[in-house]
């Protein structure tokens, strides 16, 4: 269906209780999303939770066996691939090799004889977009992997799709140059408009670029929100654990549901979570601990704060990462900003604290 340019709607995606199964294997479960035009959203999870499987069903690679999806307010599922206002770049670019820069991004233009004159204005302003018309003439094999992926970008932003659909499209990168296409290509897509919808399984590139985060589990949404709120005030530790590092202590709830005492911690939150259930999980993030050296090896089980054996010191450029050992089997990550980091060292006893607005409860979830 021909979508009408000016549409309020172009560019908006409805998921709508989808669900795809191979064998007896459901990849994607009843799973619904309403993506809003030039939203830049991100499926996040890891491998094998079906966020591939969800972008091959809205580019029309694979259709579902339940649901709808609507692309610009039309259900899409009687359209073929090429019939659906979108494009999608997959982490392996897929270049032509004996093609130049130019004929590589022109090529889908010229499939739909497009005029010439059209089709020249039309790839130069691609090149533009992504910073690449110098290298128009270019082979693909005489660029760098960064310099392929934008000329990828540019091959699917030529025909200017109201929704792009990237897979994974800066795994083949090294971590600088991935760090810099990431801020580039959120640059662009706030410049363009274009609604993005983003698979990856590193949570930092969804954290830094996404409007939305979508966090999959086995073919469902866990979470849906901001990167804020996913950080701060994720649904589940599945969550928590997913996106940035956790301390996790496990044990029974006390005091009408705020406080976890696991057998290394008492860790007690600000708001009683987990009333009623017996066994919970609490969980604090390592930038939210703070390190000191103790006088003594190990203290009384104090609220909030854990004694232990400093077992490990990492420099991570802007901060420290400490690894201290509770007990056999627990350990704690601290993370100090690296200017007023402690200077501890390996075998010192030591004390964690934190406090109790930066304590996550949740109840036991095994699967997590
Ligand atoms: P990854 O990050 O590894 O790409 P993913 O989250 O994108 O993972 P999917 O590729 O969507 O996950 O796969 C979801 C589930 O469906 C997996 O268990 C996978 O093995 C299965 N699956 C995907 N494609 C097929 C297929 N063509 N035939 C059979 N099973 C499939």
Sequence with gaps: QPTDAAAPDRGAVVIDAVT????????????????????????????????????????????????????????????????????????????????????????????????????????????????????????????????????????????????????????????????????????????????????????????SMSDRIAIMRSGRIEQLADADTVYARPSSAYVAAFVGQQNFFRGDVSDGGTTVVSAHAVVKGDVPRLAGAPRGEAAVRPENIRITAATARAGTAEVNRAQGELIGVSHLGDTMQYLVKLSDDQSLIVRRPTPDAPSLRIGDPVSCEWLPTHVLLFPLDDAA
Excluded: W
């Excluded at 007896?24 to 309403?34: G, K, R």
């Excluded at 091959?56 to 066996?65: C, H, L």
């Design 20 to 207: 795809k199964r191979y064998g007896d294997q459901t990849a994607v479960d009843d799973l619904s999303l309403s993506i809003e035009p030039g939203e830049f959203i991100s499926l996040l999870g890891p491998s094998g939770c079906g966020k591939t499987t969800t972008l091959r069903m809205i580019a029309g690679f694979e259709n579902p066996d339940a649901g709808d999806i609507r692309i610009s307010g039309q259900s899409v599922l009687a359209a073929p691939p090429y019939r659906r206002d979108v494009n999608t770049v997959f982490q392996a670019y897929a270049l032509f090799p004996h093609l130049s820069v130019a004929e590589n991004v022109a090529y889908g233009l010229q499939q739909r004889r497009t005029p010439k004159a059209d089709i020249r204005e039309r790839v130069s302003q691609a090149l533009d977009l992504v910073q690449m018309r110098r290298f128009a003439d270019r082979k693909p094999t005489q660029l760098s992997g960064g310099q392929q992926q934008r000329v990828a970008l540019a091959r699917a932003l030529v025909n200017r799709p109201a929704v792009l659909l990237l897979d994974e499209p800066l795994g083949a990168l090294d971590r600088q140059l991935r760090e810099e296409m990431q801020l580039e290509l959120k640059l662009l897509q706030a410049r363009l408009g274009i609604t993005f919808v983003f698979v990856t399984h590193d949570q930092g590139e969804a954290l």
